[in-house]
């Protein structure tokens, strides 16, 4: 699935161009989303909010615009889990249930956190690259499942899969995600 150059909402009275692209990737950023959320609610939220900020585009060249809204909705999350509303206090009688809470909670947002420097990462990969993988290890496709979505050959689906590993590998060496 591509769209790609420039938001295709030109005119200030457009909104058929800016309503297919939403069909388009609306299930795309909701997955992304609801999988480093985990609540169904929020999610539908985010993602409204993140077609709402593209918006603010229209008209303005954009090369490509699935990573603006990927990176659109990167940002939202990283600041719902930085918000006050987000830090939960859990009232107990026992410090340990607490103590026990508040370390997953820590757990989480580290998970959470690892997974925003990774899409940070995929942004050094190429479009190709990044359709494979979200493809392969996002949607749990098999390589011809790839390759017939891509409209590429087998083996050149393990190419860019193998290419794109090492050249994430490569980024992520500082940051502690790599092997």
């Known amino acids: 699935m591509r769209v790609e150059s420039e938001l295709p909402v030109k005119k200030e009275d457009d909104s058929e161009g800016f309503s297919t692209v939403y069909k388009k990737l609306h299930t795309e950023v909701y997955r992304y989303i609801h999988?480093?959320?985990g609540d169904r609610s929020l999610a539908e939220d985010l993602t409204s909010e993140t077609f709402l900020r593209a918006l603010r585009y229209k008209g303005n060249p954009v090369q490509s615009l699935t990573p603006l809204l990927f990176t659109i909705a990167r940002n939202?999350?990283?600041d719902h889990f930085r918000s006050a509303t987000f830090r939960c206090e859990v009232l107990s009688d026992t410090p340990d249930a607490s103590r026990r809470s508040q370390q997953s909670a820590e757990e989480e947002f580290l998970e959470k956190d690892e997974a925003v420097t990774l899409l940070e990462a995929m942004t050094h990969l190429s479009e190709q690259q990044r359709t494979v993988v979200r493809h392969r290890f996002y949607e749990g496709l098999n390589v011809r499942q790839t390759a017939e979505r891509v409209d590429l050959c087998a083996g050149a689906v393990?190419?860019?899969q193998l290419r794109a590993l090492r050249k994430l590998e490569r980024v992520l060496?500082?940051?502690?995600?790599s092997r």
């Not at 060496?173 to 995600?177: A, P």
């Open 173 to 177: 060496e500082g940051t502690g995600l």
């Open 35 to 37: 999988s480093k959320a």
């Open 158 to 160: 393990r190419s860019q």
């Open 76 to 78: 939202l999350l990283c």
